[in-house]
T-cell receptor
Framework: KNEVEQSPQNLTAQEGEFITINCSYS?????LHWLQQHPGGGIVSLFM???GKKKHGRLIATINIQEKHSSLHITASHPRDSAVYIC????????????FGTGTLLAVQP | DAGITQSPRHKVTETGTPVTLRCHQT?????MYWYRQDPGHGLRLIHY???????DKGEVSDGYSVSRSKTEDFLLTLESATSSQTSVYFC?????????????FGSGTRLTVV
C-alpha cells in the first residue's frame, strides 16, 4: 500500500463545477504539499500545509492531521485548470524528503 | 522557475553510454534533489544533497550517481544507461530541512534510452 493515496485518479468536470481532490496518508508528517503539473510541463507548488486551511484565488486546500487527510478544492473550474494535481508529504526528517502520491488527472471541459 | 534550471531538456542516448544531467540553482538553497517520474508511479527520489559534497541515496538510486562540488550545481550521472532509465527527471531545491519550507522544481529533462 502506498504511503500517500490520492482519489480520484482521473476526473472530468464541466467548466464552472466545484472540484474536490482527496489525499490520504498513512505516516506521520510535518507538512503536506499540493503540486500542479500541466501536460508536458514542469511542476509548480500550489500549497504547503501543516494545519488548517489555505486559499489562493479559486484554489482551497485543507488538512486534517488527526484523520491524515487533505483535500484540494477548485471553485468555478476552468479549462486552464486541466492538469495533474499531486499530493506530497514531508516526514519531518532533517533531510526534508517528499513522498508523492501518483497524482489526479483533471480535465475540465468547456 | 528562473531560480532553477535543468539541462538538457531532452536527450536521446544509446544503451550503455554514460549520461549526465545538470541542475543549476541561483537561490543558494542548501537542499537539492533528483527525482524520476514514470507512468503509474509518483515521483521517486533518486539522490539528494544537503550541502556541498554531502549527498545520499534515495529509494531508486541503483545505476545513478551524483555530485555536488558547488552549492549551485547538482549533477546526476547514469553510469551506463539502460532502457529502464527512460524517464522524465526532475530536480528540486529546498531551503531548509525539517519540514515546513517550500520546494521549487525544475522544468524536467526527458531522457530516452534506445
Amino acid at each position: 500500500k502506498n504511503e500517500v493515496e490520492q482519489s480520484p485518479q482521473n476526473l472530468t468536470a464541466q467548466e464552472g463545477e466545484f472540484i474536490t481532490i482527496n489525499c490520504s496518508y498513512s505516516v506521520g508528517i510535518s507538512a503536506l504539499h499540493w503540486l500542479q503539473q500541466h501536460p508536458g510541463g514542469g511542476i509548480v507548488s500550489l500549497f504547503m500545509l501543516s494545519s488548517g486551511k489555505k486559499k489562493h484565488g479559486r484554489l482551497i486546500a485543507t488538512i486534517n492531521i488527526q484523520e491524515k487527510h487533505s483535500s484540494l478544492h477548485i471553485t468555478a473550474s476552468h479549462p486552464r485548470d486541466s492538469a495533474v494535481y499531486i499530493c506530497a508529504v514531508e516526514r519531518g526528517s532533517a533531510t526534508n524528503k517528499l513522498i508523492f502520491g501518483t497524482g489526479t488527472l483533471l480535465a475540465v471541459q468547456p | 522557475d528562473a531560480g532553477i534550471t535543468q539541462s538538457p531538456r531532452h536527450k536521446v542516448t544509446e544503451t550503455g553510454t554514460p549520461v549526465t544531467l545538470r541542475c543549476h540553482q541561483t537561490e543558494n538553497h542548501r537542499y537539492m534533489y533528483w527525482y524520476r517520474q514514470d507512468p503509474g508511479h509518483g515521483l521517486r527520489l533518486i539522490h539528494y544533497s544537503y550541502g556541498v559534497k554531502d549527498t545520499d541515496k534515495g529509494e531508486v538510486s541503483d545505476g545513478y550517481s551524483v555530485s555536488r562540488s558547488k552549492t549551485e550545481d547538482f549533477l546526476l550521472t547514469l553510469e551506463s544507461a539502460t532502457s529502464s532509465q527512460t524517464s522524465v527527471y526532475f530536480c528540486a531545491i529546498s531551503e531548509y530541512g525539517g519540514g515546513n519550507y517550500g520546494y521549487t522544481f525544475g522544468s524536467g529533462t526527458r531522457l530516452t534510452v534506445v
